[in-house]
């Protein structure tokens, strides 16, 4: 591939990520929210995971890495179970109700925790290497998607809600390691 073809390849990678970064940051912040922690949750954790597909398909047109096609893959396959997992419970969900303090200890945390992972996704380095710039931005998202389950957690929610948080919290947590591991391997820029 000659220089200006990889360049074109990185720029249109880019181009796509920023573009599902930006829809995901508008559906998020723009999610429907009531008097139910469960509820917000999910509506606002469906986008997240939504994206988090979308930039392992986006990544899966531009890797030649078998490792990182892995990880690609894992990632679909489970936040697509995750989705049919909270798409089955949340009409359930919605109607398990909180206190107006509780709502808002958990969405000023739960604010705190968007912000900070928008800000990182942002930000994020970005090189020639691809591969390196979706790990450099998904793990901030999987580290967000962490911190959005422990904090919901720490409140009264939906029964039904605990084990897709406790598998969103396992799973996004083994990602975060592969995909560290995978940086030290492909020697990517901090």
């Avoid at 008097?35 to 606002?44: A, D, T």
């Avoid at 398990?96 to 200890?105: I, K």
């Avoid at 450099?136 to 957690?153: D, S, W, Y």
């Amino acid at each position: 591939m000659n220089n200006c073809s990889a360049d074109k390849g990185v720029r249109d990678y880019l181009n796509t990520y920023y573009g599902i970064l930006n829809n995901m940051i508008r559906k998020m912040t723009g999610a429907g929210l009531t008097c139910s922690i469960s509820h917000n949750f999910i509506v606002q954790m469906l986008p997240h995971h939504r994206a988090a597909i979308e930039m392992s398909n986006n990544i899966l047109k531009y890797t030649c890495d078998e490792t990182l096609c892995n990880i690609a893959q894992q990632i679909i396959k489970e936040q697509t179970e995750s989705i049919d997992n909270m798409l089955s419970i949340k009409c359930e969900c919605s109607e398990h109700t909180n206190s107006n303090r509780d709502l808002c200890v958990y969405q000023c945390k739960m604010n705190s925790i968007l912000q900070n992972m928008f800000l990182k996704m942002q930000c994020e380095k970005s090189t020639y290497n691809t591969d390196c710039n979706f790990l450099r931005e998904m793990i901030p998202h999987h580290m967000g998607a962490v911190e959005m389950a422990q904090n919901a957690l720490k409140f009264n929610i939906c029964p039904n809600l605990n084990p897709v948080l406790k598998a969103i919290i396992e799973n996004q947590k083994e990602g975060i390691e592969r995909m560290r591991k995978l940086m030290n391997t492909l020697e990517c820029e901090r």
